[in-house]
């Protein structure tokens, strides 16, 4: 099989174009402000092993309780840095290390639509590359 595909002509794009072009974009201050912490509250799913980061308790799917978790991405400098995870009483406990906790139903949509954002930017970038190389 041949693969003279967008792996070839992104392989092209990239080896023609100065590799410090690519970082200084990265690097704009816009990109850094939308890439900050955030969290959502979600419910404890079954088969959860996660310890909470304030108490340090395993943080338990229970079938009779709801329990709900708040999970955070956590951003240094503008870059993604880990996962953690918290009850829900702990994080308001903490006061909301890492920003107001998201509830809501809709998180999938605002994952799905925060993916597809970072798509379309990625694709942006990317071909703006290409134009100037
Ligand atoms: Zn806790």
Redesign the pocket.
Known sequence: MIDWGPDHLRMASKTSAPSNTSKATRSTKTSVATRKSRAVVRDVEAGSSVD?A??G?RVKFQAKVRNKQVICNVYVSGTWNRVEH??LA?YEEARSPHGEAEAGTDYRRQAANAAAAERARKLAAESAEAQSA
């Open positions: 909470c304030h108490c308790e918290f009850h702990c």
